[in-house]
T-cell receptor, first 114, second 114 residues
Framework: GENVEQHPSTLSVQEGDSAVIKCTYS??????FPWYKQELGKGPQLIID?????GEKKDQRIAVTLNKTAKHFSLHITETQPEDSAVYFC?????????????FGKGTHLIIQP | DARVTQTPRHKVTEMGQEVTMRCQPI?????VFWYRQTMMQGLELLAY????????DSGMPKDRFSAEMPDATLATLKIQPSEPRDSAVYFC????????????FGSGTRLTVV
């Protein structure tokens, strides 16, 4: 089955700086890669996703890149703000439609220092 | 905003008791997932349904766990008998294969078995 590795487990950045979280996956057939943000006491919330036919996707201050050859994808957050502090999870699945079982990374605790 | 509703939010029970967690998926979503979150294992897929039919429950300890969808508006996860190692946050999520959206997670049920 699919295995997703996520790094780092904790990331502390100064407010206004950029943050990058990286994930690798094992199954070359996986074709859908979402990122989730989880705040304390809440369920994970989808923030951005990318499909295997696209190399990069942006949404305001967040972007995701995908390298299918190397089987890794990354989340980039620019101009970080205090409300970006949360745990971020990457995930991968085979279906491409976001409606089959996702395999999640272990999460990155992002801390934004004022 | 449409949301996935989970009840109860918190549950404390004694070892050996039956526990039932409920989930109301978003109207129109035909795929429902159950995930378990612990510090050690992260987010683990337990089971999922499409059009109310179970598709995969390989992540679930079948001797004590059972998942059902009695109708399109209700999914249940039961543990009988419960054990202290079942203590975790259980999330329900729903999605739609037709639209290709990522999952929407509920707020979770925090289960503590003493």
């Amino acid at each position: 089955g699919e295995n997703v590795e996520q790094h780092p487990s904790t990331l502390s950045v100064q407010e206004g700086d950029s943050a990058v979280i990286k994930c690798t996956y094992s199954d070359s057939a996986s074709n859908y890669f979402p990122w989730y943000k989880q705040e304390l006491g809440k369920g994970p919330q989808l923030i951005i996703d990318i499909r295997s036919n696209v190399g990069e996707k942006k949404d305001q201050r967040i972007a995701v890149t995908l390298n299918k050859t190397a089987k890794h994808f990354s989340l980039h957050i620019t101009e970080t703000q205090p409300e970006d502090s949360a745990v971020y999870f990457c995930a991968a699945t085979l279906s491409g439609g976001g409606a089959d079982g996702l395999t999640f990374g272990k999460g990155t605790h992002l801390i934004i220092q004022p | 905003d449409a949301r996935v509703t989970q009840t109860p939010r918190h549950k404390v029970t004694e070892m050996g008791q039956e526990v039932t967690m409920r989930c109301q998926p978003i109207l129109g979503h035909n795929t429902v997932f159950w995930y378990r979150q612990t510090m050690m294992q992260g987010l683990e897929l337990l089971a999922y349904f499409r059009n109310r039919a179970p598709l995969d429950d390989s992540g679930m300890p079948k001797d004590r766990f059972s998942a059902e969808m009695p109708d399109a508006t209700l999914a249940t996860l039961k543990i009988q008998p419960s054990e202290p190692r079942d203590s975790a946050v259980y999330f329900c999520a729903s999605g739609s294969a037709r639209t290709g959206y990522g999952y929407t997670f509920g707020s979770g049920t925090r289960l503590t078995v003493v």
